[in-house]
């Protein structure tokens, strides 16, 4: 059975290659795009591909009002959270790309699609790559108490840290054993030099030219270490597949689930 797509970002990085990998899936359609500065135009041609037929829109309300299975959002840290309310208030399943909610956005995300009864899948990173290293320090995490992650990123990144640094440190939350290094509230100095507490986990957010994404986890323990790092390059491939197998997993289960290796089992 096809399943029907709306595109929230269709012009941008992401958003174009989804645009050109949806029209060779024979078991997706692009039903509605929006994208604000495009508006008018055919989201084929704004994406570098023959015309499919449906016109870019302006606004959320003008994309939901043509009907469609699952939303797809890489809009903006800024807006997205009303964007997916909006989307599960109209009964569609959505596919969360954009970074930039907190852990109490998403409980409210959650909280509002199972009463809803629509699923919600929603991924800091959606690279299959990144989804393993996720895993990987999830797990090292239940054996190793010590743990923090370094978020490098472009000096133009305007969030802070990125989705999938925050998602990975709640994550790593929920899981890790105390840590023994010495409380923040004990240090002498700015305290900001240890970073941001997420959950209970410290975040490191570089901001430098020369940067793409990176997300570094580290593990401390008596004379050793252990480094799990995802290192992306400049294309938005990677982040393509993740997010079709999302689209097409999503109306599994009503409610949010967190994480692209949610689903890879």
């Avoid at 029907?4 to 012009?11: K, M």
């Avoid at 800024?78 to 109490?104: N, Q």
């Avoid at 490191?204 to 290192?231: K, M, N, Q, T, Y």
Wanted: aromatic share 4%.
């Amino acid at each position: 059975m096809t399943i029907s797509v709306t595109l929230l970002g269709a012009t941008g990085w992401v958003g174009k290659e989804l645009v050109k990998a949806i029209a060779e899936a024979p078991d997706l359609r692009l039903a509605a795009a929006m994208a604000r500065q495009a508006a008018g135009k055919d989201a084929g041609e704004a994406a570098g591909i023959e015309a499919q037929g449906v016109t870019i829109v302006a606004t959320l309300e003008e994309a939901l009002a043509t009907p469609s299975d699952v939303v797809i959002d890489y809009t903006a840290p800024t807006a997205v959270k009303g964007h997916t309310l909006a989307a599960v208030a109209a009964g569609r399943a959505v596919v969360v790309g954009t970074s930039g909610m907190t852990g109490e956005d998403y409980a409210e995300i959650d909280r509002a699609a199972r009463a809803q009864g629509v699923g919600v899948v929603a991924a800091g990173n959606y690279s299959i790559t990144a989804a393993l290293m996720q895993r990987f320090a999830l797990m090292a995490a239940r054996y190793v108490p010590d743990v923090e992650v370094i978020d490098y990123a472009s000096a133009k990144k305007p969030d802070v840290p990125s989705g999938t640094a925050r998602e990975l440190a709640e994550r790593l939350s929920a899981v890790r054993q105390e840590a023994t290094s010495r409380p923040i509230d004990t240090l002498i100095g700015p305290r900001e030099a240890r970073g941001a507490t997420v959950g209970s986990t410290q975040v490191h957010a570089l901001r430098l030219p020369g940067f793409i994404l990176s997300c570094e986890v580290l593990f401390g323990a008596p004379d050793e270490r252990l480094s799990i790092r995802h290192d992306a390059g400049s294309s938005a491939a990677p982040y393509v597949a993740g997010t079709l197998l999302a689209v097409r997993r999503v109306r599994e289960q009503p409610g949010l689930r967190r994480g692209l290796d949610t689903l890879l089992d």
